[in-house]
């Protein structure tokens, strides 16, 4: 499956952007699909995670509460909408899939699209 993630951009502190995170190539339903973030130098950090359904969502403590990952798989689409941002948001965003159930850890997502850059300026 190939993934494509955009939304990203230059924002306030406090303000808002919606990722996306569009598939194609094999059925997209099947699939876990993960946001994760990197900064230079860093491991990918675990974002947000949605199971195949959409009925369950998985959080990083730093996020809950202000970020919130949907998906539409008539659209093969995984959304992720960023309210409240803050400075330390600042970083390159992934998306991931990969065929079973969600994880934190970015080794077990086979598939990964580029990532989409956010800056947050305080």
């Known amino acids: 499956v190939q993934l494509q993630a955009s939304g990203g951009g230059l924002v306030q502190d406090g303000g808002s952007l919606r990722l996306s995170c569009a598939a194609s190539?094999?059925?997209?339903?099947?699939?876990?699909v993960g946001w994760f973030r990197q900064v230079p130098g860093n491991e990918p950090a675990f974002v947000a995670a949605?199971?195949?359904?959409?009925?369950?969502?998985y959080y990083a403590d730093s996020v809950k509460g202000r970020f919130t990952i949907s998906r539409d798989n008539a659209q093969n689409a995984v959304f992720l909408q960023m309210n409240t941002l803050k400075a330390e948001d600042t970083s390159l965003y992934y998306c991931?899939?990969?065929?079973?159930?969600?994880?934190?850890?970015?080794?077990?997502?086979?598939?990964w699209g580029q990532g989409t850059q956010v800056t947050v300026s305080s």
């Open positions: 949605i199971t195949w359904s959409g009925t369950t969502a």
């Open positions: 190539g094999r059925t997209f339903v099947s699939y876990s």
């Open positions: 991931a899939a990969r065929d079973g159930g969600p994880f934190y850890t970015a080794s077990m997502y086979p598939y």
